[in-house]
Structure formats: C-alpha cells, structure tokens
C-alpha cells in the first residue's frame, strides 16, 4: 500500500507557531510503524511558515512576500529538524523534497521526482515534501499543501490521500457554528452541493481550508484514487485508514465503468 499523508500546520504547532512535541512523537511513531509493517508513507507536511513564525517571534502570520518567504526559510529547517530526530527515535530515515509549481508541471522534472520518490521508497526511506516556498512566486505557486499533496499522490500512483486537519471531515455545515451539523462519511460525487459546503479558510496560520480540500479531493478522485479527510488530533486513526476502515471523510475515486 502506498499511502499520501498530507499534514497541515495545526496539526503539528499550536497557535503561536511554535512545534506541538506531542503531536510530531505520536505521528512519527505511528507512521514509523506503518512503514515497519510495509505501507509505504510519503508525507506532505506544512508548518514551515508557521515555525518560522515562531522562532522569528513575530506576532501573527506575515502578510508580505518577503516576510513569508524569509519565514519558510527560517521554518523549514526546524521543521525538518524536528521530524529528524523524531523519526530518528524509531530508526526511521527521512528526506526533505521541496518543489515548486514548475517541477510538476514540465513533463522531464516530473519524471525525474516521480523516480526519486520510487527510490527513495526502495530505499526504506521515508520522504517528507513541501513546496519551496521560498523561492515560489506566490501567484504562479502551487500555493498551498492540500493542492501539493494530491499533485504528489497522482503523479506517485498512490492508492490513496489523506489530509490530516483540524477538523473530522466535511460537514454539511460549519460545525463551530451550527450545532446540527453532521460528518459526511461518504462523497461518491463531488458535485455543486458539495463544492457549496467547503467555504472558508482554516486556522490562522494554516493556508487552506476545506475549498482547498474539495479542489485536492477532485484533483485525486478523478485519477482514481480515494481521499480521506480526518482528524490529526488522533493520529491513531491512520491505522484504522491502512487496515482499510473509513475516518473521516472519504472522498470515493472514479472507477473505471
Ligand atoms: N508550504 C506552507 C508551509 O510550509 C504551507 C502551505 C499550506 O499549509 O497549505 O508553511
């Protein structure tokens, strides 16, 4: 099984930027199991401007480019630090990916990260990928890390997607604010009704929200391959996800008739 997991910053810092340990260990160890048992894991995580946001004591999430930028650089070292020696604590070997939108969009760089991936999974070696933030220009960019991982799970054969959020899955309101709002276990069809569920933006240092979400789930679903939205507050959920069980949302991909 070749699995995607996409981490989003709420999922790894608290609101001020700075790193949840509690959060990173239990992640490491799980995904340091599942690969023990033979999934093979590739993660997308955030969190480069959020840290960075953290260890440069700025007050909130910068607004200019420069300021971004110059945060992602600071960030993205202490995320890979921090992962580093996580998953160093279970023997687990990982590697920093970080692309931009060019490298997915022409044919030969492509090819060229689709082999890195497969070898680095031969490897054993568990590839943690990010866009280069520093250097993508946010306009043309990827933009955020939700579209980022299912660009990564289609072009990498997945067999499937998951997003872990702040959030159980797609409501058919917004929870915080309707307290009859239910999870939606199942979407076959990511129809008007659905796309009209996924207002918004997420917590205030994250770049997505659910819009981001639904976009990622039609960019997977209609390559064949299954996206799961869930919550990163229990990790524990992503081996109920490999044995094969739905948490969350699940987001079913287009078979062929
Ligand atoms: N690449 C950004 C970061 O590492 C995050 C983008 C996103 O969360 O969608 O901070």
């Known amino acids: 099984m070749r699995l995607v ?3 989003g910053t709420s999922t790894i810092t608290y609101g001020t930027g700075k790193i949840n340990y509690r959060r990173i260990d239990n992640l490491c160890k799980v995904v340091s199991d599942l690969r023990n048992s033979g999934v093979e894991v590739i993660l997308v995580s955030s969190g480069a401007i959020g840290m960075g ?7 909130k999430k910068p607004t200019d480019i420069a300021t971004k930028q110059a945060a992602a650089s600071v960030g993205q070292c202490e995320l890979m630090y921090v992962y580093d020696r996580a998953f160093s604590e279970f023997n687990q070997t990982v590697s920093q990916i970080l692309i931009t939108a060019e490298d997915v969009e022409i044919p030969l760089r492509l090819k060229n990260f689709r082999n890195t991936i497969n070898k680095l999974l ?8 990010n866009e280069n933030d520093t250097v993508s220009v946010e306009e043309f960019g990827i933009g955020d890390n939700d579209t980022l991982s299912a660009i990564v799970a289609k072009s ?11 959030i159980d899955g797609l409501y058919t309101a917004d929870p915080h604010k309707t307290h009859t ?3 939606i276990e199942k979407v076959k069809e990511i129809d008007d009704k659905i796309v009209s569920l996924a207002k918004g933006k997420g917590s205030e240092l994250a770049t997505g929200g659910m819009e ?14 299954d996206m799961i939205i869930t919550n990163g507050a229990d990790i524990e959920n ?11 949302t699940i987001f079913l991909g287009k078979r062929e008739e």
């Open 156 to 166: 990498v054969n997945a067999d499937l997607l998951v997003l872990l959020s702040d």
């Open 212 to 225: 981001t979400k639904i976009k990622a789930a039609k960019i997977v679903t209609s390559a064949g391959t």
């Open 181 to 183: 709002a239910k999870l």
């Open 122 to 129: 031969s490897l054993g070696v568990i590839p943690i990928i």
């Open 5 to 7: 997991v996409k981490i």
């Open 53 to 59: 946001v953290g260890k440069l004591h700025l007050h």
């Open 238 to 248: 992503l081996y109920k996800i490999a044995d094969g069980e739905s948490v969350g």
